[in-house]
């Protein structure tokens, strides 16, 4: 079974510029998350999805940040503009969302944003 | 203000001997606790998991403890082996499961020395 797949791996942009990343989901996972984690810090839920509708957003810094899940299925995140305090890894999860509360979050390996 | 702390941002355990990572929280209403491994340029990984219901949960070499008047839990590694070094998260969800808004510690990074 594939994982939850992430690109890019890594981006370097400098302040003020604009960046996107893309997530694809665990085929069949109705859940995705989206996380920042800052350097020596545990991960922080930014925004989670069901489906294509959002069910959490109140950590993600609207005013830069944006995120979509069209088709209920793959996702993307922009920062726009990015700041210096935005340099972070992304991580992207998904979960199946059956009946059961213990559905286990599938992590993917992240997206190292460096902002200049 | 840390709602999950991992007060211990290393250890170092020699092989097959128990490896011992603690973590507390702060906020009473959490009620599902999980930790997560995670390698080098790799996502976490989900380990083992406990519902405030249990003061124990048991997998293999991993056994997590739950001290809910201390607001406190602990993961068990025995014996430790080499391939345990990474660092280990540990986080809290209030009211979701595994599926809500995930509450994540700092991390320790644990080092199994052969």
């Known amino acids: 079974e594939a994982g939850v797949a992430q690109s890019p791996r890594y981006k370097i942009i400098e302040k003020r510029q604009s960046v996107a990343f893309w997530c694809n989901p665990i085929s069949g996972h109705a859940t995705l998350y989206w996380y920042q984690q800052i350097l020596g810090q545990g991960p922080k839920l930014l925004i989670q999805?069901?489906?294509?509708?959002?069910?959490?957003d109140s950590q993600l810094p609207k005013d830069r940040f944006s995120a979509e899940r069209l088709k209920g299925v793959d996702s993307t995140l922009k920062i726009q503009p990015a700041k210096l305090e935005d340099s972070a890894v992304y991580l992207c999860?998904?979960?199946?969302?059956?009946?059961?509360?213990?559905?286990?979050?599938?992590f993917g390996p992240g997206t190292r944003l460096t902002v200049l | 203000d840390q709602q999950v702390k991992q007060n211990s941002p290393s250890l170092s355990v020699q092989e097959g001997r128990i490896s011992i990572l603690n973590c507390d929280y702060t906020?009473?209403?959490?009620?599902?606790f999980l930790w997560y491994k995670k390698y080098p340029a790799e996502g976490p990984t989900f380990l083992i998991s406990i519902s405030s219901i249990k003061d124990k949960n048991e997998d293999g070499r991993f056994t997590v403890f739950l001290n809910k008047s201390a607001k406190h839990l602990s993961l068990h590694i025995v014996p430790s082996q080499p391939g345990d070094s990474a660092v280990y998260f540990c986080a809290a969800s209030e009211g979701g499961g595994s599926q809500g808004n995930l509450i994540f510690g700092k991390g320790t990074k644990l080092s199994v020395k052969p």
């Open positions: 906020n009473s209403m959490f009620d599902y």
């Open positions: 999860a998904s979960s199946y969302s059956g009946t059961g509360s213990d559905d286990e979050q599938f």
């Open positions: 999805f069901q489906n294509n509708g959002v069910v959490d």
